[in-house]
């Protein structure tokens, strides 16, 4: 098997529709097929188009039936599988990237069914036009928001560079919706973010990667080397994976890279196509993206050898998963938290023609010691509930097994796909209505105390399936 990561390859793991998917960007030659057309149902497609064509009770325009067609034979194959139309495929590309037109701002639906500013991004469109955390949008360009899905907002929202759009704005304390005008630009998210934590006296860096994207390694180094430098004494790291729904793979490479010993195997993957079968390991040439400098050459030998905890839960996935399971099989990080989402295949994304793509399952991946992720997702080594009080909303979410048409898991048991009472839904959903949402990082973050206990050889709180502890008390914070 090959070792090498092809120029012509951006393998990427990441999220479309809030399924965790992982992709490959490929000019590879595709494998012969030698079998010959199948003409028969090639005749019947052919018939059926025909037929609605003449029959339908309206006209049907030829690129809809053709372009739908395409769309579901590759959509029937796994929920991974798609066709790309132009939008879809320019959304897939920026959203690696790590860039995006628009406002700059984490929305989320109010309990009156507005959309809600959660934080506009800094030194965004939106941060620079006085948009605040808190703030209600109640119209977007004079069209009413209420009860609008947060896609359809976001579209609203999305557009052109340099073009206006007009936000009305409900803020706590002003007499009148207030109508701010804000100019769209070019946004670049930071996956990135990091501080220091005090427990006991002793300081601690949590780090969070929201999504693997090209500046990630980067990013993170910096990151990793501004946290030593604030805190010369660190006595652990905790790395924040929950709900990362993947991204780049050489973004996971290169952060597994980080905290394992040089050149050690991080990832490898097997399919049809020879190019499928290869071996990824923590060099430069595995996790570089073109740039000229290896930027984790500076960084201090403190991170290869610190305490170490991973936390995770049932949103992290696919270049999560792979890093989450590379650490745990070299026993370099505790893995604490729910068992991840699952998703062990990789997609090649394939230009089309016009700006389109499919993206098609080509391999499956695996972790150093050979474990297939696929339908399982990693299973931590300590399971810690996201409240003391129970997993909330986490232990509704849908995972890969849960999905129709996935893929088996080629080398261990598969789990059984859940089948959640709907009545203790309910509960749940009713129980969870009135809970503040979760920051992750903050002084009431259970599973982050839980993280610092085991650094510190205390007793952690297992969820209430696994047994129980005493908990931790509150965190005091430091922020960087």
Known sequence: MGSKLKHSALLTLGAILGVAVTMQFSALAQKPVDNGMPIDGLRQLAGVYKLIKSDYVEPVEDRKLLTQATAGMVAALDPHSA???????????????????????????????????????????AARAGIQAGDLISRIDGAAVKDMELDEAIK????????KVVLTIVRQGAAAPLEIPIVRDEIVQKSVKGKIVMSNGAGYAWVRISQFQEPTV??????????ARAEPGLKGLVLDLRNDPGGLLQG??????AFLPAGAEIVWTNGQLEE???HFYGRPEHYMLGRSDDPLKDLPDLFKTIPMVVLVNTGSASASEIVAGALQDYKRAAIVGSPTFGKGSVQTIRPMANETAVKLTTARYYTPSGRSIQARGVVPDFPVDENADGDGMNALRMREADLQRHLSNDRDHEEATRKDDINQQMRILAAERHRKPLEFGS?????????LCHLQGLPVQLSRRAGSADSAGPLAQQAH
């Open 83 to 125: 066709w790309l139309d132009r939008k879809a495929y320019r959304e897939l590309r920026e959203g690696t990237e790590g860039r995006f037109v628009g406002l700059g701002i984490e929305i989320g639906q109010s309990d009156e069914g507005y959309v809600k500013i959660v934080a506009p991004i800094e030194d965004s469109p």
């Open 156 to 163: 609203h929202m999305r557009g052109e560079p340099h073009t």
């Open 218 to 227: 980067h990013d993170l180094a910096a990151k990793l080397a501004a946290l």
């Open 252 to 257: 996971a490479i290169g952060t597994a890279a």
């Open 276 to 278: 499928s079968k290869a």
């Open 443 to 451: 002084a009431t973050d259970f599973q982050l105390a839980q993280a």
